[in-house]
């Protein structure tokens, strides 16, 4: 009897491990990745549309695995030029009503920009854009800018770039796209309404999916299977 229950017991904690595997990152698809941490801001007060994007470093590792046109020197110079922060990317423009868009310089998104982060505790702690970055961060992002930006025409070209801050000094990581959260972003129409932007931790994409009993893929943040009502394993 003593046996069995060890046995049990094992299998109940292999399949807890294994419900919350991560992927590595050549498992991870880029569109998948993207598509998730991108938001359009949903109710505005006149017309218009405001995107944000957060890349987390994630991101570069993912992109650096599926790249097998870089050398690995130059994928470790890309990684530590980008290790402990993460970036946000925000494109606004009001449109008319005959469909013309007028874009927000960066000054005008950045006046009044407000980013939250809400963690596993449920404290919410505010993030500012970084002033000051180093020089190889810089150059980088020079080279970066408008490959991803490239790929979205004329919202891609209106995109501006900020860079966060991702560590926290004796606790880790500020924004963590494994763990439970919330990212708020707040912007503002040149009217003075504000809109709101908001992305959910964890990222589904990081993690081999976990299947309901008919077989469809849970998201990583359900605790209940939604067609059966069962509970999933954490």
């Known amino acids: ?63 650096m695995s599926n790249d097998p046109t870089t050398s690995n020197e130059d ?17 606004q423009a009001d449109i008319s009503k005959l469909g013309a868009f007028t874009y927000y310089t ?28 180093n020089q190889d961060l810089e150059a980088l992002l020079g080279i970066l800018k408008p490959l991803l930006g490239g790929a979205m025409g004329n919202l891609g070209s209106n995109l501006h770039f900020y860079v966060l801050d991702d ?13 439970k959260g919330f990212i708020n972003i707040q912007l503002a129409q040149r009217n003075g309404s504000l809109i709101n932007t908001e992305l959910e931790l964890p990222l589904n994409s990081l993690y081999v999916p976990r299947v309901c009993p008919n077989g469809k893929e849970a998201h990583i943040s359900w605790k209940y299977c939604p067609w059966s009502g069962k509970q999933l394993p954490e």
């Open 1 to 63: 009897m003593k046996k069995l229950l060890v046995i049990i017991t094992l299998l109940l904690v292999a399949t807890c491990v294994y419900a919350a595997e991560k992927k590595t990152f050549s498992e991870i698809a880029v569109e998948d990745l993207t598509k998730e941490t991108q938001a359009l801001a949903k109710r505005t007060s006149t017309p218009h549309v405001a995107l944000t994007w957060w890349i987390p470093y994630e991101y570069w590792q993912v992109s």
């Open 75 to 91: 994928k470790k110079a890309i990684l530590d030029a980008l290790s402990g922060v993460s970036l946000l990317a925000v494109v």
């Open 106 to 133: 960066k000054e005008e998104t950045e006046k009044n920009l407000q980013i939250s982060v809400t963690g596993p505790d449920a404290i919410e702690h505010a993030i500012a854009p970084m002033q000051s970055i």
């Open 167 to 179: 560590q926290t000094k004796g606790t880790g990581r500020c924004i963590d796209p494994y763990k």
